[in-house]
């Protein structure tokens, strides 16, 4: 089946680093997905890989991708209490547009 | 620009009622795809459309469950009847029929059935 896992929470230090893993099954998806939700709204895409890539980075946000483990990770620098939401990773099963399958999402917990 | 619209934001009804919730997507996407989120199960996809066609319902949980999208700016998920393990925040996505091409949503429709 597609699943794609992710652990359920992350608990950080304001100004750290936060590091959220998601595997998932499918390796004909063209491209890995993280998604933001924070508290009463709807996911917002934060950013997206080319599974041809190994790495991709904006600002704070760096994204890798290790294709052969199916392992995909996305690293926050600073780690701020905005960030405080829910991180879903998502990827799309064949490789086309029918909708991406979505892990349970990891709460990330910032301490102050 | 207007995102993806859902209406009501919050709904509370007794089981038995019928519920329908509502969905405008974003001016120029031609998918459209409903969602379920529930803390148990996470996101599941119940239903998606391309060109106001459904695709794919397979996800569906039963009869009860159906879904239209008479024209490119509207959709509506209705429940009939409701029972109370219908509970959930429903959220409606749409993107480009296009591959890469991500999804945007609302931000959902709580709906809570006593």
């Known amino acids: 089946g597609e699943d794609v896992e992710q652990s359920l929470f992350l608990s950080v230090r304001e100004g750290d680093s936060s590091v959220i893993n998601c595997t998932y099954t499918?390796?004909?998806?063209?491209?890995l997905y993280w998604y933001k939700q924070e508290p009463g709204a709807g996911l917002q895409l934060l950013t997206y890989?080319?599974?041809?890539?190994d790495m991709k980075q904006d600002q704070r946000l760096t994204v890798l991708l290790n294709k052969k483990d199916k392992h995909l990770s996305l690293r926050i620098a600073d780690t701020q209490t905005g960030d405080s939401a829910i991180y879903f990773c998502?990827?799309?099963?064949?490789?086309?547009?029918?909708?991406?399958?979505f892990g349970k999402g990891t709460h990330l917990i910032i301490q102050p | 620009d207007a995102g993806v619209i859902q209406s009501p934001r919050h709904e509370v009804t007794e089981m038995g009622q019928e519920v329908t919730l509502r969905c405008k997507p974003i001016?120029?996407?031609?998918?459209l795809f409903w969602y379920r989120q529930t803390m148990m199960r996470g996101l599941e996809l119940l239903i998606y459309?391309?060109?106001?066609?459904?695709?794919?319902d397979s996800g569906m949980p039963e009869d009860r469950f159906s879904a239209k999208m008479p024209n490119a700016s509207f959709s509506t998920l209705k429940i009939q009847p409701s029972e109370p393990r219908d509970s959930a925040v429903y959220f409606c996505?749409?993107?480009?029929?296009?591959?890469?091409?991500?999804?945007?949503f609302g931000n959902g429709t709580r709906l809570t059935v006593t």
């Open positions: 996505a749409s993107s480009l029929e296009a591959y890469n091409s991500p999804l945007h």
């Open positions: 499918d390796s004909s998806s063209t491209y």
């Open positions: 890989i080319f599974s041809n890539m």
């Open positions: 998502a990827e799309n099963p064949g490789g086309g547009a029918d909708g991406l399958t």
């Open positions: 001016s120029g996407h031609n998918s």
């Open positions: 459309f391309n060109n106001n066609v459904p695709i794919d």
